[in-house]
């Protein structure tokens, strides 16, 4: 088992920087990859970033390419997603999940554990 536990979300203004934290524990040595998931209201789960726990091999959606930055210490088992610029269509609940080897694509259904969620509000 691994348990995520995210943390950083908020209400911020059009254009503010948010950071948000994951922090694993468990059997994390059974991670291959950790990604950021986004669910906005009536909206499907999608992927906005993601990064290879070892290697730092990254994956960004288009929609936050550039302004969203993913990184991992790997010493503390956390990691970040910093978003920058952020618009209102990024508010959302964000949720941290991991991917372990073997398992391939970016879908939820390809990701086996979760966190809890945390709410981006982001004001006009």
């Known amino acids: 088992q691994v348990q995520l536990v995210e943390s950083g979300g908020g209400l911020v203004q059009a254009g503010d920087p948010l950071r948000l934290s994951c922090a694993a524990s468990g059997r994390t040595f059974s991670i291959y990859v950790m990604g950021w998931f986004r669910q906005a209201p009536g909206k499907e789960r999608e992927l906005v970033a993601s990064?290879?726990?070892?290697?730092?091999?990254?994956y960004y959606a288009d929609s936050v390419k550039g302004r969203f930055t993913i990184s991992r210490d790997n010493a503390k088992n956390t990691v970040y997603l910093q978003m920058n610029s952020l618009k209102p269509e990024d508010t959302a609940v964000y949720y941290c999940?991991?991917?372990?080897?073997?398992?391939?694509?970016?879908?939820?259904?390809?990701?086996?554990?979760w966190g809890q969620g945390t709410q981006v509000t982001v004001s006009s």
């Open positions: 999940a991991t991917r372990p080897t073997g398992q391939v694509g970016r879908r939820p259904t390809d990701f086996n554990y």
């Open positions: 990064i290879t726990w070892s290697g730092g091999t990254t």
